[in-house]
């Protein structure tokens, strides 16, 4: 489970500080899955940041499954990353060099995962992303959409035991929105799959445990969905 | 073990993919630097080997043999010539001895007059060191009963109307001529020239020969030699003839052609390979600094995918592992485009050389120096690519994928 307490990240710039987050405390269980939404500018993307050890907070402290990660050097928080999570980020962030399926199993690679193993494994979950026929398209042959979904494929392929995906539906329509959350909503039941997922449409909260809103990069509301944390996960 | 390959593999997959669809246009351009430092370094030393090359097969065919034999300490001749030359001869290994007798003289002819040296030569003895007797551009060489006759360098019988330079020249001297020799003892001699050598090495082509028994004739000698020279099977191996000879118990002292020619090449040599080191070490920067720039504008322009690949979870050694690999291959690929580059090049001055004083000089590409090159080109692309990967790689990953 994360626990996150008072995270503060105030961005310098020059003599005018902007903070981006100004104490946030939040606990996420095994097995749940959170929406977290808010304004445009709110520190939606700044707060998975650093749960996603890509961003250290100016203040507060991390724990995920009882490490206390912010006390990592890079190179093991390098290592975190790689092993238990799961990250899609707001834009792609996709290696332009490399095709959709490369991109996809380029972690595997670098888990030492045999050649028929990550190929095998990789094009299962681009199928099931709905780019069964896109696998060897590189980023500038592929839609938005498309691009969006192959780093979804990434962030799944190694089986994170928590996956934070910024905005992963922003480029789709609905019905591929929908196939998406399905899919996370499937994983979040069968796997237990801890899920940490910004999105500012209303109709994804019925997907959602729970949904956190941020506002001026504090929280402001904290509201209990209808699927509540899946039986099975700690509470 | 099994992480480090995993690690390896991860690395030469990035490269590869980086090689293949990056920009073709850069990389060629890449390459063909590379390929140029590569010539650069070989090219100089080669001519320089070159020019040595030239000077000993010039120095052993035209002008000393292999191992010069000169009078003991204290005296103007060898004594009983004819003795040592036998002796020597009997050695294995040993290919043929030329006792000369020199002689200062003064040449005139048609009111010129040039000052040189001349030798007293046994034609067939001769023969049998030197190549001369090969080299006449005109005429015929001596031969054994030859009195009146001589055989002129031709630089020292010269062009009508043509000065050389400061060298003895009798400017215009053909065969038939007759030209008046005046030895050192006073007494004067005509001749009747022979035939014309062009050897190119100058100390030869202003030189002229008569035959010994003329000689002892005239400044009254018997059996004397100034120096002998001696032909060994092979060359390169002066040293331990010279040591063979030492151990027949030769009292006269014994010197390689180098030790004789020494101060002369030693001295150019040195200054050549001055030029070279500063040649090389201009190239060298030259290729640490162009490198360094490609590699630095190439993986700048990759902050962002750094980035990305750190954020996944890529750890930074296998970043850094992967453009040091890249540049490894492009080294490779330049360093055997500049071989190829080279060949073509030696190819072409073989079939046209660059004529020093010496005579023509052909490139030797020698082994040692292209290791080297090798090398250092390595060494420094190494250097050049892993440090703006290092530096790149440290940056704080949001920063990095912002661009
Ligand atoms: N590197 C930075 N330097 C300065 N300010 C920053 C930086 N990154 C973010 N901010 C500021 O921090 C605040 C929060 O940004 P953040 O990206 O977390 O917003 P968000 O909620 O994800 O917005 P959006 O919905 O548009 O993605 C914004 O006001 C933004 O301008
Ligand atoms: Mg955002």
Redesign the interface.
Known sequence: MIVAENLTRVYTMGKVEVRALGGVSLEVARGEFVGITGASGSGKSTLL?ILGL??RPTFGRVTIDGIDVLALS??QR??????R?G?V?QDY??????TAI?NVY??S????ASKEDYLERSAEILRRVGLGDRMDH?QSELSGGEQQRVAIA?ALVNNPSILLADEPCANLDSQTSRSILDLFARLNEELDQTIVMVSHEDWHKEYFCRVVTLRDGLIEEMTECGRGPHPGGEA | M??VF??L??SA?LAW??IH??SKGTLALTIMIIALVFVNLVFLPSIISGVVETFNAQSIDFNLGNLVIEPREGSQYIGNATDLQQTVERIPGIVGTSARITAGVTYFYRGRNAASTLYGITPEDERSVTKIADYMTEGEFLSNGDTDAIVMGATLAGVEGEEAGGLPSLRGVGVGDSVEVAYPNGETRTYRVKGIFKTQSFGVDTAAFVTSREMNEVLGLQDQASVILVKTEVNGREEEYKMELLSYGIQEEIRTFQEKAGGFVDQAIQSFNIINAISTLVSLIIAVVVVFIVIFINTVNRR??IG?????????Q?IINSYVLQVLFITAVGALVGMALNAGLTTYLTAYPLVFPGGPVYPVVEAPAVLRSIASLFAVSVVAGYIPAWQIVRED??SA?RG
């Open positions: 940041h890509l961003d890079d190179r390098t290592l975190f990353r790689l092993n999570l990250y980020f962030a996709l290696i332009g060099e490399l490369e380029l972690t690679l670098v888990r030492g590189r990434r | 099994t992480a995993a690690a593999r991860v997959f993919k980086s669809r990056g962002r995918q990305i690949l750190k954020a996944i979870g890529i750890d930074q296998i990953i949001l994928i």
